[in-house]
């Protein structure tokens, strides 16, 4: 019988680890090239001096992604099944760094959720004395947190849509959108029928194994995770008072588009800069295989800006400008991660040695 060092599951795992890794690596290798091409074609002279153009711009908007982070926030909290799960305080600091592992690291939303909810496990958003099923409603809220921020963004794109064939008229590539969005409404009502049909009673067991090899056992105390889920499918209000929320975060993105438009000196109405947002974003959200979309973000500002009759490399800028802001926002979320991670391996490291002596 082979055992693990000569060629058993061991070996093999480690092999599919690394192809995984290589593929991840390959693409956003991939991603990179096609914005650097992208932003060659345009000037790179031009484009990186409409960025730094801005000036202390560059702040003031990253800092505007606050607000429809708040609206954000509140859309998931409001999914929590209980308050004893943690206040708005607690769900904006972790919902800061959860954007941050999505726009920085190669883990997508799903990590970007797991990690989320080991955040909420270690600040003791958890009761003791449930502790299982505590994390499992914390995950079920993030699963069908993540799913109305997808089913959210489809009004969202539609109305950009409608907006640009109104203003500028309609054509061939206005009809390749609608699409788009029709094969996003196919893969989201797929993954609502897979929430209420039991997909995520085995993503429960699939967390049981990560913990075990990974030491997170908060991820192996996840009973209830397919209650919870149904659960809140059954709670019509706070479906409802999360649809809302949502809705506004993404008007509110296109509040940031404008602003950092006018401190570009290149000031567009709210109407483009709704449709530059809501069609921008939408392009980064049907490349979430490729980490931080990168590339495909470029290409969209890009040809959006192009149909509205704006210098293309303008809507290259802006997408820069989105860049800047998730390293301003993103670099000190993810140094605060660590810090709680450390802070939780000291105190685990203490009760060890506490236990042996």
Known sequence: ?????????????????????????????????????????????????????????????????????????????VLQPSPRLGGPLLFFWTRWIREAVDALLPLGQLGSGLVGARILSLHGATPRDEKGAAIGGTMGGAVVDMTLEGITQVPFTLLGIAL??????????????????????????????????????????????????TGWQALGRTQGLHDA????????????????????????????TWLALWFMGRPADLVDALILESLGAA??????????GLGAQEG??????????????????????????????????????????????LRRGAETGGRDS
């Open 283 to 292: 392009v980064r959200s049907a490349a979430f295989a490729i980490p931080g």
């Open 1 to 77: 019988m082979a055992t693990e060092t000569e060629g058993g599951p061991g070996p093999a795992r480690d092999r599919r680890a690394r192809r995984i890794r290589l593929g991840i690596g390959l693409t956003a290798l991939a991603g990179l090239l096609v914005a650097i091409a992208l932003i060659a074609g345009q000037g790179v002279a031009a484009v990186t001096g409409a960025v730094l153009g801005l000036g202390w711009g560059l702040l003031w908007t990253s800092l505007f992604h606050l607000v429809p982070m708040v609206f954000s926030t509140l859309g998931w909290w």
């Open 164 to 213: 640009l064939a109104v203003r500028h008229g309609y054509d061939e590539r206005i009809g390749w959108m609608v699409v788009g969005v029709g094969v996003a409404v196919v893969l989201l009502a797929g993954l609502v029928l897979a929430q209420r049909g039991g997909l995520f009673a085995l993503l429960e067991r699939g967390l049981e194994l990560i913990a075990r090899r």
């Open 229 to 256: 889920i149904a659960l809140l499918h059954r709670d019509r209000r706070r479906l409802t008072a999360g649809f809302l929320l949502h809705s506004l975060s993404w008007l509110f993105g296109a509040g940031e």
């Open 300 to 345: 969209g500002y890009l040809l959006v800006a192009g149909m509205l009759g704006l210098d293309p490399g303008t809507g290259l800028a802006l997408s820069l400008v989105k860049r800047v802001r998730d390293l301003l926002l993103g670099l000190p979320a993810l140094a605060a991660w660590q810090v709680v991670e450390g802070r939780h391996l």
